[in-house]
């Protein structure tokens, strides 16, 4: 992950004033994603295994007049992302928006599933916030990189679109985006 290629977007999509955003997992899309929902005006907490790349990147969306929170945390772990979850609530007072793009899964990587189990992990804490909060969005990436399975990209596709038929009437929309290679 790295904050020099953080640029605040001109804001042209809709005015995200008081909404905030978790954004779970490392890489340039991730702090791509903090970096857009920051500028259109939504708070945001990054978290990944990046301690470092981490605080660059909040202290870059504070540079640029953002509101960030910065979170180590392993993806992996279904406690930490409940603690993720409690951080950004009792920080911001709700959540709307999460974005999950685990990348590559440390100490789990090689297991098949692993990123898979990482985004069911991750919704599982984040929807009944979002409940709480009315409603929301997540935007799960299904991008399988080089070397991972394929099987973990599929495997995100199906819990995504089960996860979004559960939620359809309860105001959450939840998506996949597949891309790359």
């Known amino acids: 992950m790295s904050a020099t290629a953080l640029q605040p977007l001109p804001v042209r ?8 955003a978790v954004i779970v997992g490392s890489g340039r899309d991730s702090i791509s994603s903090a970096s857009a929902l920051a500028s259109a005006g939504a708070a945001v907490t990054l978290a990944a295994a990046d301690e470092s790349a981490l605080k660059d990147a909040e202290r870059a969306i504070r540079g640029a007049g953002g509101r960030a929170l910065a979170i180590h945390t392993d ?6 992302l409940g603690r993720l979850v409690e951080a950004t609530v009792g920080a911001f007072g ?16 090689q297991l098949p599933g692993s990123r898979c189990r990482a985004v069911y992990l991750a919704m ?58």
Do not use: F
Request: hydrophobic share 40%.
């Open 13 to 20: 999509g809709p005015d995200l004033a008081g909404k905030v």
């Open 94 to 109: 709700r959540l709307d928006v999460a974005v999950n793009s685990p990348g590559s899964v440390r100490h789990a990587g």
């Open 124 to 181: 599982e804490y984040e929807l009944p916030a979002m409940l709480r909060s009315g409603g929301g969005v997540v935007v799960n990436s299904a991008l399988a990189p080089a070397g991972s399975r394929a099987e973990d990209a599929e495997c995100v596709i199906g819990l995504t679109r089960a996860a979004a038929l559960d939620h359809a009437d309860r105001d959450v929309r939840i998506n996949a985006i597949a891309y790359g290679p």
């Open 75 to 80: 993806v992996t772990e279904p406690q930490a």
